[in-house]
């Protein structure tokens, strides 16, 4: 059975990859990997992403430093995801969070999810770094 590139995005074939803490278990990001990605990531020890806003290959940290070395890879049942077992290196997320997963949505006040806005959801985590030292 091979990684099922079914998921298409503006023309590239990729898989969903889930990047977890090792030691934590916290989620810390959400990107695609396209197969070079997933290849580089297997040949070098550290993730590496298919941007599809950018359409380009992408290693984490390249710019930043902030780079996420693969201890482990675990494959889905209909082999179309991943769940990178990583140790991050500073934030993981844009923004300066140590995970992309930052904002908890207030499910107490009835939301209109076509129109949410920022007090719909509260901030969890503290900012790690300066959103523009992460790029």
């Known amino acids: 059975m091979n ?3 079914r998921h298409e995005i503006n023309g590239v074939k990729v898989i969903t990859a889930v990047a977890q803490d090792i030691e934590t278990n916290e989620i810390l990001m959400l990107a695609n ?9 297997i040949e070098t ?11 380009q290959l992408w290693l ?6 902030h780079f996420q070395e693969v201890h482990e890879i675990l494959v889905d049942c209909d082999m179309d ?3 990178l077992k ?15 997963f930052f904002r908890k ?20 985590l503290k900012r790690l770094v300066n959103p523009e030292d992460v790029y």
């Open 33 to 41: 990997m396209n197969k070079e990605a997933l290849i580089k990531t």
């Open 86 to 100: 990583i140790f991050q290196t500073g934030a993981a997320c844009h923004e300066g969070y140590k995970s992309c």
């Open 45 to 55: 020890g550290k993730a590496h992403y298919w941007s599809t806003s950018r359409n």
């Open 105 to 124: 949505l207030n499910t107490e006040n009835r939301i209109d999810i076509d129109d949410m806005k920022e007090e719909d959801t509260e901030i969890i």
């Open 81 to 83: 995801a991943i769940v």
């Open 3 to 5: 990684i099922n590139f």
């Open 60 to 65: 984490k940290g390249e710019s930043s430093g």
